[in-house]
């Protein structure tokens, strides 16, 4: 059983960068035929895909957020993490990790519960 789980600061400031983990386990974030992947959804809208990292480590960027983007990981962990930099409060968000299917790029079958983090000041 695959399971993900979220961890890092609920609260950072504007102009700050957010760092998030994904901790993995039941699975390797180096097997193949899947990427593992972050997502946010802002207080009532919809969810908006960030990026994903490979089995191998090739990263892939939502080019609205690419700028501000990095997505690496810790093998030796089984963990990846999310950095965004320069947010700002519209990047207040419910953020979630993902498994992707390589295949299927839109099926995420197993999700952390997802963490909130709140820009402010």
């Known amino acids: 059983q695959v399971q993900l789980q979220e961890s890092g600061p609920g609260l950072v400031k504007p102009s700050q960068a957010l760092s998030l983990t994904c901790t993995v386990s039941?699975?390797?974030?180096?097997?193949?035929?899947?990427?593992w992947s972050w997502i946010r959804q802002p207080p009532g809208k919809g969810l908006e895909w960030i990026g994903y990292i490979t089995y191998s480590g090739s990263t892939y960027y939502n080019p609205t957020l690419k700028s501000r983007t990095s997505i690496s990981r810790d093998t030796s962990k089984n963990q990846f993490t999310l950095q965004l930099s320069s947010v700002t409060p519209e990047d207040t968000a419910v953020y979630y990790c993902?498994?992707?299917?390589?295949?299927?790029?839109?099926?995420?079958?197993?999700w952390g519960k997802g963490t909130l983090v709140a820009v402010s000041s």
């Open positions: 039941g699975g390797s974030i180096t097997s193949n035929y899947y990427y």
């Open positions: 993902a498994r992707m299917s390589e295949a299927i790029r839109t099926m995420l079958d197993y």
